[in-house]
């Protein structure tokens, strides 16, 4: 008969035998899957390429028009604005009277390519009667040699920015209502 001391010893040559690895020491710390205290082998996410492009930037040079529209909608007017520098695509719509703040909603679009990429940021913006901002987003995309996706909320300053930057093209604008 075998005696129970030699068991480990005859188990590590049985294993090692078999091709297999032989059993951690005593000394091994053997880290599981759910160990709240193992280090984070996820690698960090790149940082964020949302507000990168300056979309609300005073706009120089570029070009207005404005259409009234009709019907049963809660636009009344729709005031797009070519801005050159930086280049970028605004459509301000003005909700039907009475309104306090007349801006219904703001888009912007600004959109960059070299050829091979193509980086867009669009931002969002719905406003209330009284001028306070009820959504608001901004996107970030590009395509080409990378494909990136993004989006968030508009922070507490863009949510400012916004409505600065609607009653500014509103003021552009003015000449063609």
């Known amino acids: 008969m075998m005696s129970l001391r030699r068991l480990p010893a ?30 984070d082998t996820v690698p960090t996410p790149p940082p964020s390429r949302l507000g990168r492009m300056q979309l609300f930037s005073e706009p120089v040079g570029g070009t207005c028009s404005s ?15 070519t801005a050159d520098s930086p280049r970028r695509a605004i459509v301000l ?9 007349e801006p219904l909603s703001l888009q912007i679009v600004a959109t960059d390519a070299d050829g091979r990429n193509r980086v867009q940021e669009v931002l ?12 608001g987003t901004r996107q970030f995309a590009s395509t080409g040699t ?29 000449g063609g209502r």
Do not use: H, W
């Open 67 to 81: 259409k009234t529209l009709r019907g049963l909608s809660d636009i009344a007017r729709e005031i797009s604005y």
């Open 10 to 39: 005859l188990l590590v040559l049985g294993a090692l035998a078999c091709g297999g690895d032989p059993p951690p020491k005593t000394d091994t710390v053997v880290i599981y899957e759910n160990d709240i205290n193992a280090r």
């Open 93 to 101: 719509s003005i909700g039907q009277p009475p309104r306090v703040f």
């Open 124 to 135: 969002y913006v719905g406003f209330s009667a009284d001028g306070q901002v009820t959504v």
């Open 146 to 174: 990378e494909n990136i996706s993004e989006r968030q909320p508009l922070s507490t300053d863009e949510r400012s920015n916004a409505i600065k930057f609607a009653q500014r093209i509103l003021e552009m604008c003015s």
